[in-house]
């Protein structure tokens, strides 16, 4: 076989594994499609979110993505362009985009495999929970923007704001 020959087809199933094995431990509902996605659930103070981990080969890589359903109308496209912005500022660990013709905004993240076969359970974990945490935190921004008529400001400052002591 030929170095180019064993790159053309990655085995994925290792990865896959760690994937599929990290996400239950998590407390996730998870199923693995023929082709090797893994498609996984949590429920959350909002409800229940949908996500999936999927393997590119160019280059060597898992992609996280978790969906929030929105259904915006087309009007409030900068509105919201401006509150990703916002957002993705406060993140430490991936990113939210808003995908127009679906209305959904998606938390992404990618773990690059170069070099490696899976990703280490810790990545994986600290991915799922750095993508609840964002739809907690921020759900209600992006409803704000979009139902509620708030900018941008209004909207991630009414969420950051965090109470300390009693009341």
């Known amino acids: 076989m030929s170095q180019v020959d064993s790159f053309s087809m990655p085995n994925t199933d290792g990865a896959m594994e760690v994937i599929e094995q990290t996400v239950l431990g998590a407390g996730w509902a998870c199923e693995r499609t023929e082709e090797g996605v893994v498609h996984c659930a949590s429920m959350t103070k ?19 993505s978790l969906t929030l359903d929105l259904r915006a109308p087309h009007a409030k496209q900068t509105a919201i362009s401006d509150l990703l912005r916002r957002i993705n500022e406060r993140l430490w660990l991936g990113h939210f985009d808003y995908w127009n013709e679906d209305g959904v905004a998606v938390f992404r993240h990618t773990i690059p495999m170069l070099d490696r076969i899976a990703p280490d359970p810790g990545e994986v974990a600290a991915i799922l929970g750095a993508a609840l945490d964002a739809a907690d935190q921020f759900l209600p921004a992006f409803n704000f923007v979009v139902w509620a008529g708030k900018s ?4 991630v400052n009414a969420v950051i704001f965090e109470t300390h002591g009693e009341a």
Do not use: I, Q, T, Y
Request: glycine share 14%; charged share 25%.
């Open 46 to 64: 909002w409800g229940e979110f949908g996500g999936m981990f999927v393997w590119r080969d160019e280059p060597a890589s898992l992609n996280f």
């Open 152 to 155: 941008a400001e209004e909207a």
